[in-house]
């Protein structure tokens, strides 16, 4: 039961360019979201999932986007990435209940340049 | 709105203390469902413990207890006879009741727990 996989662990972009952090999991969870952790801020929702072909925005989703076109993947595209940008993404699953606590793929550090 | 907050930034204790850290939570629902995570110096964020708003037993779980007191907003953490395995930043979140999906899962920005050998 492999949970909650991102790939890549570690990514390095320069202004300008495009990418795509991948997450998947296998535990049939409906809600599938993304979030950025950067010092003394905590984590930030970027974009979340509630099912299959339903996103919506979180709290700072300007420069990425998202789809969810099945329930096991919700990549995360960043559209021309930013220095801003550079902070660690991690993925989240849960079932759709409220009381129902996350599930984190292991991170992404992306840097860019 | 509601709000977590958790004051200490960083703790350090020498290894075998005892060590709390605070969580100090606003909402203005009568239902909700607080937790707190662990991020070991590692990265991965690790599930830890989740209690609802109707339930203010304390919990035990070996080293590891939880006081949530709703008089007072808050939702502490007590490690007992501290370990250098337990140096890590750990985050209390907060969640309304009712509804579908965690989007409104309210994180506070962490303390970084240093256990010194």
């Known amino acids: 039961n492999a949970g909650v996989t991102q790939t890549p662990k570690f990514q390095v972009l320069k202004t300008g360019q495009s990418m795509t952090l991948q997450c998947a999991q296998d535990?049939?969870?409906?809600?599938m979201s993304w979030y950025r952790q950067d010092p003394g801020m905590g984590l930030r929702l970027i974009h979340y999932?509630?099912?299959?072909?339903?996103?919506d925005q979180g709290e700072v989703p300007n420069g990425y986007n998202v789809s969810r076109s099945t329930t096991e993947d919700f990549p995360l595209r960043l559209l021309s990435a930013a220095p801003s940008q550079t902070s660690v993404y991690f993925c989240?699953?849960?079932?759709?209940?409220?009381?129902?606590?996350?599930?984190f793929g292991n991170g992404t550090r992306l840097t860019v340049t | 709105a509601q709000k977590v907050t958790q004051a200490q930034t960083e703790i350090s204790v020498v290894e075998k203390e005892d060590v709390t850290l605070d969580c100090v939570y606003e909402?203005?629902?009568?239902?909700?469902?607080l937790f707190w995570y662990k991020q070991p110096p590692s990265g991965e964020l690790v599930f830890l413990i989740r209690?609802?708003?109707?339930?203010?037993q304390n919990e035990i779980s070996g080293r590891y207890s939880w006081n949530f007191q709703k008089s007072t907003s808050s939702f502490n953490f007590t490690i007992t006879a501290s370990q250098v395995v337990d140096s890590a930043v750990y985050f209390c979140?907060?969640?309304?009741?009712?509804?579908?999906?965690?989007?409104?899962?309210?994180f506070g920005t962490g303390t970084r727990l240093t256990i010194i050998p």
């Open positions: 989240a699953s849960s079932y759709g209940q409220r009381n129902s606590p996350l599930h």
């Open positions: 535990m049939n969870h409906e809600y």
């Open positions: 999932s509630v099912g299959a072909g339903i996103t």
């Open positions: 909402t203005r629902d009568t239902t909700y469902y």
């Open positions: 209690r609802n708003s109707f339930d203010e």
């Open positions: 979140a907060l969640s309304p009741g009712g509804g579908f999906g965690n989007e409104k899962l309210t």
